[in-house]
């Protein structure tokens, strides 16, 4: 069974600042798809990010990117430019691309704080 | 369509009573999915309908609980005689599959369950 780690509960950054989420995953599979979803206080998850395995490029959204590195099955999320908007709960999550088994496996979270 | 709707947004029960939640995905999606979440943990998976059909549950799904999506719509999540441990975030999600390919996961805002 995969498994996702995020081995930072609570990180916090100055606003304007870049800061790094950690994660680990693990499988035995060679394709699949990795996510950060953003989890705001009282609100619902959305996604972040995407990255595809079997692409070497890292995936890049505006202020988001990534840094993929598949033989460490390490996907950590970068934030540049940090904005008071960016605080929430970040969660990890890998799915098998195995058709009729489509569901996310999620990390524990890291909870992200802005410093104004 | 604004989005994935569940109802309640909160819900308070005594140990013992049955409750029902809903959930209505994005009007075109055919996947739904039931994720559970406690507090400071990321969501675990539950179940997930394809159409009307449930095509995957998780060992976590005791006889205690049941879900349905009678006409490939809306979905209820229904808890059984609930326990203190039920208490959790249930947090539904929906996505369109088409072929071989999956849309990213869509999640509502969740109903919070607590059992005294």
């Known amino acids: 069974a995969q498994t996702v780690t995020q081995s930072q509960p609570e990180m916090s950054v100055q606003e304007a600042e870049t800061v790094t989420l950690s994660c680990t995953y693990d499988?035995?599979?060679?394709?699949?798809?990795l996510f950060w979803y953003k989890q705001p206080p009282s609100r619902q998850m959305i996604l972040v990010i995407r990255?595809?395995?079997?692409?070497?490029q890292n995936a890049t959204e505006n202020r988001f990117s990534v840094n993929f590195q598949k033989a460490a099955k390490s996907f950590s999320l970068k934030i540049s430019d940090s904005q008071l908007g960016d605080a929430a709960m970040y969660f990890c999550?890998?799915?098998?691309?195995?058709?009729?088994?489509?569901?996310?496996?999620f990390g524990q979270g890291t909870r992200l704080t802005i410093n104004p | 369509d604004t989005g994935v709707s569940q109802d309640p947004r909160h819900k308070i029960t005594k140990r013992g009573q049955n409750v029902t939640f809903r959930c209505d995905p994005i009007?075109?999606?055919?996947?739904l999915y039931w994720y559970r979440q406690t507090l400071g943990q990321g969501p675990e998976f539950l179940t997930y309908?394809?159409?009307?059909?449930?095509?995957?549950k998780s060992r976590l799904l005791s006889d205690r609980f049941s879900a349905e999506r009678p006409k490939g719509s809306f979905s209820t999540l229904e808890i059984q005689r609930t326990e203190q441990g039920d208490s959790a975030m249930y947090l539904c999600?929906?996505?369109?599959?088409?072929?071989?390919?999956?849309?990213?996961?869509?999640f509502g805002q969740g109903t919070r369950l607590t059992v005294v």
């Open positions: 999600a929906s996505s369109l599959a088409t072929g071989l390919r999956d849309t990213e996961a869509f």
């Open positions: 499988t035995s599979e060679s394709d699949y798809y």
């Open positions: 990255q595809e395995a079997y692409k070497q």
């Open positions: 999550a890998y799915r098998t691309i195995i058709q009729g088994a489509q569901k996310l496996v």
């Open positions: 009007s075109e999606h055919n996947r």
């Open positions: 309908f394809q159409n009307e059909a449930q095509l995957e």
